[in-house]
């Protein structure tokens, strides 16, 4: 009779415990369920932070002052339109060529580094709203009266990275291209005759004449038609993106845009 009890209630605790486990299964799939249907937005509003992938080497965009804070049009930007949506931006440096990659990767939840709109971007991430559009330049050593155009880039030497928008341009025009970090590096190579030339934003270009005017070149091209840029996210983040170009349109029309422009390049850079 003892040894019928002992097995009884053998049976039981284990149907117990095997219950405990299913509804605690449960429990962990419910909110595991629940993490999965919160969208991006959501969850970064309810952390209270958002990552955000930026160069810091691409002055007057995103780079570092000389007390090594990083700072930039596209920084100050970023952080004014997290103000408004009560998010705290945290930056992620990384070089350009990866940056796109880490995004991929959810090493941070968007891009702030001028990213031109492209069609083919478009394809496989969202973009917000353009916030500054540009002008592509063709710079050359000053010494240079060979290239006058992008037509004459066939069979020269550029610098560019990767994964710009500006060396797909010049290897349409012939070019050879020598994979570059950023615009500096570019420089470095141009004016020690590495290179032929680089192409880059009309407004980069300015910034750097300015910091270093006895720099030995000089523009030859600018593109008639300007390019747009925006914040970039992965594909799916339409309530981020939603959220972040509404912040957009309010610096926009209560002023606030118009002011960080003006101090970056003394005027209105989103026409």
């Not at 053998?10 to 429990?27: E, K, R, Y």
């Not at 240079?144 to 037509?151: F, G, M, R, T, V």
């Amino acid at each position: 009779m003892r040894k019928k009890l002992v097995i009884l209630l053998t049976i039981l605790s284990i149907f117990l415990l095997s219950a405990c486990g299913t509804q605690n299964d449960n429990d962990g799939d419910k909110a595991s369920e629940n993490k999965k249907t919160a969208n991006l937005y959501e969850q970064i509003k309810e952390k209270g932070e958002i990552t955000i992938g930026t160069e810091g080497t691409y002055a007057p965009f995103t780079y570092h002052d000389e007390n090594d804070k990083l700072t930039g049009f596209d920084i100050e930007i970023a952080r004014e339109v997290f103000k408004r949506l009560d998010i705290e931006p945290k930056f992620i440096e990384a070089k350009w060529d990866g940056m796109i990659a880490g995004l991929d990767a959810k090493r941070y939840d968007m891009v702030a580094n001028e990213v031109a709109i492209r069609p083919d971007r478009l394809e496989k991430y969202d973009m917000s709203d353009p916030y500054i559009v540009s002008k592509a330049v063709l710079v050359v050593h000053e010494d240079n009266d060979e290239i006058k155009s992008l037509e004459d880039l066939k069979g020269k030497k550029v610098g560019q990275s990767l994964d710009s928008n500006y060396r797909k341009i010049a290897e349409d025009h012939g070019a050879t291209n020598t994979v570059v970090e950023g615009f500096n590096q570019a420089i470095d190579l141009l004016v020690s005759g590495r290179i032929d030339g680089t192409i880059n934003d009309s407004l980069s270009y300015l910034d750097l004449k300015k910091q270093r005017p006895d720099l030995p070149v000089k523009t030859v091209y600018e593109e008639e038609n300007a390019t747009s840029n925006g914040f970039l996210f992965r594909k799916g983040s339409d309530e981020l993106v939603e959220a972040v170009n509404g912040a957009l349109a309010d610096m926009k029309e209560d002023g606030t845009y118009l002011k960080i422009s003006e101090k970056w390049f003394g005027t209105d850079v989103s026409k």
